[in-house]
């Protein structure tokens, strides 16, 4: 068996494009909110996604493959540094006016990839914060994408359901007029503006059940206070379509220069997160009300990049990455029929939690890697992480760039090698549990075990709880108490990775 550096450099020729294929385009394909049992790859759900299927299909579809976080931020921080987010104690759920997470200095993935002679994008929801604080939306943004290594960049500021519902093109606010600037705050409102609450008739497409009912645009409430910006602000039903559209430029942009430069474009799509407004080719599509027929406006979207790709003969020598930012949610504060009309489908799969959980729901995600002519299809159970790409990436280009959280899987990213991770942190709301082998630690917490709000398992306990995946994947039969060595192993392992803010027996973490 080739190894995976003999591998690629075995493949060297270029393209029609002129491109060296020991250089690939990279495209990572980035879902929110989508659960492993929402893609039909995994045979575990309802909804049909025949166009991530066929992606999966084509190259390696990882069965243990993980985000590092059970929301968002976290995820996509780990993402493109290469870092645990539990080690930044400013990696959590940001607000729409946060700033920019990342710090300026440090090396991305972009940067890397940037340095290496790529073309680098970002194209869609970014929640890693913009500025410096007190951003003012109406002049150039002195902090954006484009100070971690991306070239160009088209993103919504935070969420679908966070203020201000506006797109940042590189550093300026999209469509906005110096006679109607854009006001933001998450502390309080603005004088005579309405929110759901002083004015419930305002919400014709949405109501809020829970955390959402500030600023009420395109007839749904948000999270969040905005005055004014009126011609900047989105319309929700285009907003797959915009985003679309913006990647396939950013392609055609690329190719246009005929200098065989490869490209990275991270394509973050925004279904299917709350608000679930669907574009009107897919409204009741899929029975299962708004969050089914996102999951196949995601779907669709996946499709339309792939044909790009394919018209524009890149199929071959592009390397596409497709996972989701953390596990699935129905009700995540909007009554939006989720519940009422998810039937049968089980967006975790056969998995316990979903998003904000510590259990697998919350973070075993669908992740799978593409690379026609490169990779033969197949089926990998290693363990894997997102966490993984910037130092598996690197290595494929001939960066020397590293972390110490991210390892070098890039043979079993391209399935060359069989062997994954020996052990894998993962977080949740600033909890940690920890996957060695075939084994879950999940330490005692206080709190209930059920988030009540979106109704579902939270993994939290006070006692720990100790799960052989292999045997029990449905995490039913709790070995904490029937196997006391291997639970200490495993909180000896835990201690050791995490460090000494860590303590064993209480399950506390104290890094800060």
Known sequence: MLGPLAFVAASCHTTTTGQD???????????????????????QGQIQTPNIDKLAASGVR??????????????????????????????????GDAPLLIDTASVTLPDLLKKEGYATGVVGKWHLGLGSGNVDWNRAIAKTPNDLGF??????????????????????????TAGDPLLVSYEKNFPGE???????????????????????????????????????????????ETFLAKATAFIDSHLAKKNGQPFFLYYALNQPHVPRVPGARFVGKSGLGPRGD???????????????????????????????????????????????KNGTHTPWGQFRGGKYSLLEAGTRVPFSVSWPGRIKAAVSDALICQLDLFSSIASLVGSTASTTDSQNLLGTLLGTSETGRANLVLEASGRLAFRSG??????????????????LETGL???????????????????????????????KQMKQVVGDGYQANTGELQLH
Not at 21 to 41: E, Q, R
Not at 153 to 159: C, L, Q, V
Not at 319 to 338: E, H, K, T
């Open 21 to 43: 294929v020991t250089t690939p385009n990279i495209l990572i394909i980035y879902a929110d909110d989508l659960g492993y049992g929402d893609v039909s790859a995994y045979g």
């Open 62 to 95: 990882f069965t243990n493959g993980y985000a590092t976080s059970a929301t968002c931020t976290p995820s996509r921080l780990a993402l493109l540094t290469g870092t645990y987010p539990w080690r930044n104690e400013n990696a959590k759920i940001l607000p």
């Open 151 to 176: 070239d160009y960049s088209y993103i919504m500021a935070a969420t679908n359901d966070r203020v201000p519902t506006v797109f940042v093109e590189n550093r300026n606010v999209v469509g906005l």
């Open 194 to 240: 309405p929110t759901a609450v002083t004015n419930p008739e305002l919400m014709t497409r949405m109501k809020w059940h829970h955390g959402h009912n500030q600023s009420v645009h395109n007839g749904i409430p948000r999270i969040g206070y905005m005055k004014g910006g009126k011609s900047a602000l989105w319309k929700d039903e285009l907003m797959a």
């Open 294 to 340: 996102a999951v196949l406006e995601a779907d669709w979207c996946v499709g339309e990049i792939m044909k790009k790709l394919k018209e524009a003969g890149l199929t071959n020598n592009t390397l596409v990455i497709f996972s989701s930012d953390n596990g699935p949610v129905l009700n995540d504060g909007y009554y939006d029929d989720a519940v009422e």
């Open 438 to 455: 075939n084994w879950l630690l999940i330490p005692p917490y206080p709190g209930k075990p059920v988030n009540e709000q979106v109704q």
């Open 461 to 491: 306990s006070p006692s720990p709880q100790l799960y052989n995946l292999r045997s029990d994947p449905g995490q039913q039969k709790n070995l904490a108490q029937s196997l006391p060595d291997k639970l200490t192993e495993m909180q």
